[in-house]
């Protein structure tokens, strides 16, 4: 990114672009989701921040109308819908001298997540308007490249 802290920049709609996953036992790089994703990432400039990111190959394309949409669908189904999506909500930080983005989750779909800090590292972007978040997890690491809309 240009002059600007990380900080000034991070305020507005960025979208996903890449989102790769290096497992550690082995070295091997694949794509999540398969490739078939899509998402988008939103900061203000009051300090919070929204994710909403799913599979574009989620099952279960059926008419959904109503409360009780989900009824009809079989466990497998459910399963990969749940697990197909991401979401949360909440406050975040940013420390520039350490690279980190630090999100305080108010509200997720995953409820272990709730009032969880989840912790991002950046990379120095190689495009403007780009920024690569680096999420690590037991077993792998997620790099994940968005950019701003």
Known sequence: MSAL????????????THWTFRDE????????W???YTGRFMFD???????????????GNRPSMGPNWAAELTPAEMLAILDGY???????????AARLITIHIDGSL???W???????????PTNP???TLVYNVPGGVHRLTWKKQ
């Open 5 to 16: 802290s990380v900080r000034d920049q991070l305020p507005g709609t960025w979208e996903i």
């Open 25 to 32: 036992a082995t070295g091997a790089t694949s794509l999540q």
């Open 34 to 36: 398969n490739g078939a």
């Open 45 to 59: 400039a009051q300090g919070r921040v929204s994710l909403h990111m799913m599979r574009t190959d989620r099952p």
């Open 86 to 96: 991401l979401a949360y909500w909440g406050s975040y930080e940013v420390d520039e």
């Open 110 to 112: 995953r409820p272990g």
């Open 114 to 124: 709730l009032g969880v800090d989840q912790h991002r590292y950046y990379e120095a």
């Open 129 to 131: 308007g780009e920024i």
